[in-house]
């Protein structure tokens, strides 16, 4: 059986023959980008550089660059992508957050990969919602906004959701399978803003953009960083059929194995702050072994990924490996 077909069945919970792999020797995915932007203006900051001026502006010594919203980034020694530093809009009452226009024809350069026929479950990577207004207004402002500025809020994330939306439907038949997007929600022991707070601003949002992508066949993934526990049943609700947790263990995985495996789908590492950090390998063998028996008794609701950065959070790619091991080896339903 193609990959492509196992990954279809993990998500339908359809009887798939095994767990799904996205390791990076060996993957069950393929990824693309979900648009190209045109007409964008000249830049002299958009590539990371020591920028007198932007210094200036930020007070921050380190390496900057500046996105095509107009948030500005910093980072040390050439490590990591970066924090935003001073997002593009410093008062709602000047919203300086112009969202640049995608090219029509991307389409045409999907269909001419041939995307369709892949062997491999092909994603588009798409952007954020919540974590767009996050950089655009950094988030202790946009965490004060969820309360003193909630009309504010909501309608940025609309304005960002409608152009998420626009840009599904306008590849829509180019073979893509599933919607990809990042939002991060959650700290170590709670999510960011209330479940009441996620349902009045956010969820209609996400919804929206679940419901079109499910409407043109594409299953929607969802990377969330952090403690979502709260997040859970609405997202599920609005749509979301796949979690990238990074953290299962946060939960912990018998958690989400228990409560959600039947209705939602677990695309994750072995946890990357409780386990693999260890370097500990009977610790991480034995608790690899458990999560696979774990997803195997729920019909396979899991695809076993890597982390994409190892070295950034002190993680031998070893340790990583000896947990892959003892998945392909576990992985057969």
């Known amino acids: 059986m193609k990959s492509k077909e196992i990954i279809k069945r993990i998500i339908r919970h359809d009887a798939p023959p095994r767990l799904g792999y996205d390791f990076m020797d060996q993957s069950d995915l393929i990824g693309f980008d979900s648009r190209r932007y045109v007409d964008l203006p000249f830049d002299p900051y958009s590539d990371w550089g020591r920028y007198p001026e932007l210094e200036k502006l930020t007070g921050f010594s380190g390496e900057t660059r500046r996105d095509m919203y107009g948030n500005i980034y910093g980072r040390f020694n050439g ?45 588009a990577y798409g952007s954020s919602l919540f974590s767009a207004l996050r950089d655009a207004r950094l988030i202790t402002n946009a965490l004060m906004d969820t309360i003193i500025e909630p009309e504010a809020v909501k309608d940025f994330i609309e304005k ?78 609005a749509g979301i059929d796949v979690f990238q947790f990074d953290q299962p263990d946060v939960y912990p995985t018998e958690v989400l194995v228990k409560e959600f495996a039947d209705r939602a789908v677990f695309h994750s590492p072995v946890d990357i702050q409780k386990v693999l950090p260890t370097g500990d390998r009977e610790l991480i063998e034995s608790r690899t072994e458990e999560m696979c028996r774990l997803f195997r008794e729920s019909g396979g609701s899991w695809i076993a990924k890597d982390y994409p950065a190892y070295g950034d959070i002190g993680i031998d790619p070893a340790w990583a490996r000896w947990a892959e091991d003892v998945i392909l080896k576990n992985s057969k339903l």
């Open 160 to 237: 960002v959701a409608d152009h998420e939306v626009a840009v599904i439907r306008s590849i829509a038949g180019g073979g893509i399978d599933g919607w990809f997007f990042w939002d991060d929600w959650g700290t170590q022991e709670r999510t960011l803003i209330s479940p009441e707070s996620f349902r009045e601003l956010f969820k209609d949002s996400y919804r929206k953009v679940a419901d079109a992508a499910h409407e043109v066949g594409m299953d929607v993934f969802m990377h969330s960083c952090g403690y979502n526990y709260a997040f859970m049943e609405d997202l599920i609700d």
């Open 79 to 123: 490590k990591t992508k970066g924090e935003c530093i001073r997002g593009a809009i410093q008062d709602w009452e000047e919203d300086r957050y112009p969202i640049p226009n995608f090219d029509p024809t991307y389409r045409e350069v999907l269909l001419k990969k041939n995307l369709a026929d892949s062997e491999k479950y092909v994603i």
